[in-house]
């Protein structure tokens, strides 16, 4: 990874959220999304650094997920519950998020305000090997990504 490519995200106590975006105000403080909110611990701690320097890199264009105690996600905006405790599968048939599944990043939109996710993610090393692909979990795009002041993955 060459330094252009280098994006340095501040830790979470360091992190001034966004609390907004195109004049509307969000229910939610949207932070950037990291590594630790998607993969347990132990995972991270085994992982090559170059791996979680990737994983960083892309995930930080969205922002971290909103869960309730159920371990529900949430729209960052206007906070309307986008899965259920055991994830997609329960928000499918309620229709939380309209999907354009002819994409297979799966982009989408929260139903009820209209904000941006993506609902299939992957990311991969510089060499374009596979490093990890996520399936049908709806990341909110981070305000600074739709500004264009990050780094699209």
């Given at each position: 990874?060459?330094?252009?490519?280098?994006?340095?995200?501040?830790?979470?106590?360091?992190?001034?959220?966004?609390?907004?975006?195109?004049?509307?105000?969000?229910?939610?403080?949207?932070?950037?999304?990291?590594?630790?909110?998607?993969?347990?611990?132990?995972?991270?701690?085994?992982?090559?650094?170059?791996?979680?320097?990737?994983?960083?890199?892309?995930?930080?264009?969205?922002?971290?997920?909103?869960?309730?105690?159920?371990?529900?996600?949430?729209?960052?905006?206007?906070?309307?519950?986008?899965?259920?405790p055991y994830g997609m599968e329960d928000w499918r048939s309620r229709g939380a998020l309209s999907?354009?599944?002819s994409l297979d990043t799966h982009e989408a939109r929260c139903v009820n305000c209209g904000y941006?996710?993506?609902c299939s993610h992957t990311m991969n090393m510089p060499d374009g090997r596979l490093l990890v692909?996520?399936?049908?979990?709806?990341?909110?795009?981070?305000?600074?990504?739709?500004?264009?002041?990050?780094?699209?993955?």
């Amino acid at each position: 990874m060459s330094e252009k490519d280098t994006l340095v995200i501040p830790t979470r106590e360091q992190e001034q959220p966004v609390q907004g975006y195109g004049g509307v105000l969000f229910k939610n403080k949207a932070y950037h999304c990291r590594p630790e909110h998607l993969f347990p611990s132990g995972d991270l701690e085994t992982a090559r650094p170059e791996w979680v320097s990737v994983m960083t890199l892309y995930l930080a264009n969205y922002c971290e997920p909103v869960r309730n105690i159920a371990n529900e996600i949430h729209c960052v905006a206007c906070n309307a519950k986008l899965t259920g405790p055991y994830g997609m599968e329960d928000w499918r048939s309620r229709g939380a998020l309209s999907v354009d599944e002819s994409l297979d990043t799966h982009e989408a939109r929260c139903v009820n305000c209209g904000y941006p996710a993506r609902c299939s993610h992957t990311m991969n090393m510089p060499d374009g090997r596979l490093l990890v692909r996520l399936s049908w979990l709806p990341l909110m795009y981070h305000p600074r990504t739709l500004s264009g002041s990050t780094r699209s993955g």
